[in-house]
């Protein structure tokens, strides 16, 4: 099994910037493609963005597509999702999620492990 623990979460203010960190256990982070999806109360879980196995490949939600931008350092088992120009719509718990395999990035029936999640607020 793998996993997955996020964090950097916290408070901002909107417009400021805050970097998330999802870290791997096991050696073999570079088989898997991650995403990172997010939830609100009272929401569903909402897709935000995905890199692909060698970090050649990324996807973005429209509603962060220009705002937040993914990366990922294998040799540190660890993926980061910089968020900037933050709205208040962007709070949420924030999840990373792994995928062994997949087509469709945006679908989270194509991840395999979940992390715990991280809260995200942004106050106006």
């Known amino acids: 099994q793998v996993q997955l623990v996020e964090s950097g979460g916290g408070l901002v203010q909107a417009g400021g910037s805050l970097r998330l960190s999802c870290t791997a256990s096991?050696?073999?982070?570079?088989?898997?493609?991650v995403g990172w999806f997010r939830q609100a109360p009272g929401n569903e879980r909402q897709y935000v963005t995905t890199i692909s196995q060698s970090g050649g490949s990324t996807y973005y939600a429209d509603s962060v597509e220009g705002r937040f931008t993914i990366s990922r350092d294998n040799a540190k088992n660890t993926v980061y999702l910089q968020m900037n120009s933050l709205k208040p719509e962007d709070t949420a718990v924030y999840y990373c999620a792994a995928a062994k395999t997949g087509f469709l990035p945006r679908l989270g029936s194509q991840y395999d492990y979940w992390g715990q999640g991280t809260q995200v607020t942004v106050s106006s």
């Open positions: 096991g050696r073999t982070f570079s088989l898997y493609a």
